[in-house]
């Protein structure tokens, strides 16, 4: 019986990169594998092949360390008459995702996007971080300014965007994993720039721990949320957009993504603006602003802190003391398909919400000095 012919994978071989050990082993790895780890002193090398790659995502998130004085520019987002429409591909009738959206997000405030599902809040969030995606069904329009300038599609300014999936090497620890953002970024003391992070974001205690998937041991969910967005912030961004960070984690988990957001707005100077599905109350305190989406229209838009006063002064429905706001606010404006009867009565409440925030919105706070 012939035996079965299989065709030998090209293998290259590079020395070691650990500088540190002075390992200097000659690795073989398969041709093309961004990355190799040495058997020796388990130091992870990036080999040529990741070089074209990397490359193209830098450019792709505007990681640029040469501009000095933009590093830490604060940027004031503000966008007009945003509205998105998807056409079916079956029907090719449009659908209607957002619908004449207005807003603000300012440079030292963490402002949070709400609604039921399928209210549009990752559409909006993607729209201002020109993540669209393109597609012949999809029209996107509107207006987005920085500081005053337009960018529209995301440009103009220095951004991180934190997806709601981690896509990490698994067989990275958090260290190595933010060395390699820091290489590929071009930080001129990737040292420096990884233990700064590892603190900041408190990941001192798994710094040397793989991160680990579905089939290997690792760090935590939280503990991935913050090591996704601390390889954003190598490029030292002026606006954050975070997808739903606190999807998939408990409680406690979700609460400390949340404050490390929030420091970054606070202490940082950030822009940040987030996704976020339902918060507990320890969440809520931390939003500085809310955008309250229903049905891809804007149903509130101000300081957290004056939600409570604004619908039920003006909107004319009072939140219960007892409540947690987020979950309230969430309900009010959902649409309630139980019966034909309650889709009208709840279409009719949200509808009278709407016009409410478009004749009377809640006053924002002045802005900063030079905005």
Sequence with gaps: RPRAMTRARATSEITCGDARRGCGALLSYPTGSPLVRCALCDHVTRTPAATDSTRRRAVEFDFDFDDAGARDRAVDLRWRDVALTIRDKKTTRARRVL????????????LAIMGPSGAGKSSLLNALAGQTPRSARATLRGALEANGRRANGGGGFKKAYVQQEDAFYSMLTCRETLETAARLGGASDVR????????????????????GDGKTRGISGGEKKRLALGVQLVGAPSVIFADEPTSGLDSFQAERVMKTLSKLAREGGKTVVCSIHQPR???VDLFDDLYLLAGG???????????REWFGSTAGHAIPSDVNVAEYLIDLVSIDATSAETITATEKRVASIVAAMKSSPPRLPP?????
């Design 192 to 211: 420096a720039t990884t233990e700064r992070l590892l603190n900041d974001l408190g990941l001192v205690a798994c710094a040397d721990t793989r991160v």
């Design 99 to 110: 619908e004449a959206c207005d807003g603000e997000a300012r440079a030292g405030r963490l």
């Design 281 to 283: 109350s320890s969440i």
């Design 367 to 371: 802005p900063r000095a030079g905005a």
């Design 297 to 307: 229209r804007c149903a509130y838009f101000g300081p957290m802190k004056s939600a």
